[in-house]
């Protein structure tokens, strides 16, 4: 569940608190422009900022979502990767009878026997895998034709796999890119078949079950900043905003959440999974007046106002208020340099 820090995360509760502050001290309740009784204890200038308004979540950093890996053949596992170990194009994800079964990169499984004349979006993605891992000598196309063969007889021949010239569905494991071993479902000796790992990409990321309410804070692309365990912070960006959400808890405790994950940059090896802190740029406005929300005064008329000091004299003026965010509020209606007060 999302949480707000005060400091970071302004809104209509501060103008509450501002106003009523302004009541108490007789600044407050009074038509724009007429003279106001002594001088204000306090000051500020109104200034031109950039105000950005920011929200902090909670967050878990690890390698993603772990996806299932399973056999489709008869015989024995007679190879397994260790837990955390990386896999890339072309090496063993586990062997079976002692054949190595390789990872291809790509986004569909192999769900057919590959072989001379076959067509289809499956036969490309083989025969670009084939071509990155450097045998050559085709077209990389969706046509399977005997110069494919060559090449895959070829690739079976350095795997020391017999040499068929055919590939099936349960020789190679499809994944989208390099894997990293998340949990071993099976162990050396049992049968080829079902789940033998599980896997997750190679990337650190943060996982973020964020509230529906939120939801349209975030984009993809956006800048988040990643507070660590041990009060580090790296930068990230926000790489994926789930399109389903989801309901967790029952009665009083129940929340509905998208899934939002963050990738970040120049995150050292110390942490592979951790709780986190991640704080995203909810609003931002750039070159605008500002001044203290508690300048901010509720008048007698509706709307706010603030008291404006000129040398000893004081009047107020009505303003439009924006964007709150870091104990500053977005104000039109004054000019640059303006004196303002600040009730105690």
Do not use: C
Not at 18 to 25: E, K, L
Not at 226 to 235: A, H, I, M, N, S
């Amino acid at each position: 569940m999302s949480r707000l820090k005060a400091v970071a995360w302004t809104g209509g509760a501060a103008l509450l608190a501002a106003a009523v502050t302004a009541a108490a001290f007789g600044y407050g309740g009074t038509t724009p422009g007429a003279a106001a009784p002594r001088t204000p204890p306090a000051t500020a200038k109104v200034t031109r900022t950039t105000l950005t308004q920011t929200k902090t979540v909670d967050g878990a950093l690890g390698h993603g979502p772990a996806r299932t890996i399973s056999a489709r053949a008869q015989g024995t596992i007679t190879w397994l990767p260790a837990e955390g170990a990386t896999i890339t194009r072309g090496h063993a994800v586990y062997s079976v009878d002692a054949d190595r079964r390789p990872l291809l990169y790509g986004a569909i499984p192999l769900y057919r026997p590959l072989k001379d004349g076959v067509e289809g979006k499956d036969v490309e993605l083989l025969e670009r895998n084939l071509a990155k891992l450097g045998h050559t000598g085709f077209d990389v196309d969706d046509t399977f034709t005997w110069a494919t063969r060559q090449a895959v007889e070829d690739w079976q021949e350095d795997l020391g796999l017999d040499v068929t010239g055919t590939v099936e569905p349960g020789d190679v494991v499809v994944a989208p890119g390099p894997i990293r071993v998340a949990d071993l479902k099976k162990a050396l000796g049992d049968t080829a078949s079902g789940p033998v790992l599980t896997a997750t990409g190679t990337a650190r990321q943060v996982l973020v079950a964020l509230d529906v309410a939120d939801e349209h804070l975030v984009r993809k692309g956006m800048k988040a900043t990643v507070e660590l365990p041990d009060g580090r912070t790296v930068g990230g960006r926000i790489a994926t905003v789930g399109k389903v959400a989801t309901e967790t808890g029952t009665g009083t405790d129940a929340t509905t959440t998208v899934e939002v994950t963050v990738t970040t940059t120049g995150l050292k090896k110390s942490f592979d999974a951790a709780p986190v802190d991640v704080t995203i740029v909810s609003d931002q406005r750039r070159n605008v007046l500002a001044v203290p929300v508690g300048a901010l005064l509720a008048l007698a008329e509706g709307g706010y106002g603030v008291q404006v000091v000129d040398g000893a004299t004081t009047r107020y003026a009505a303003v439009e208020t924006g964007l709150f965010a870091d104990g500053q509020v977005e104000v039109t209606g004054l000019e640059e340099g303006t004196t303002v007060a600040v009730p105690r």
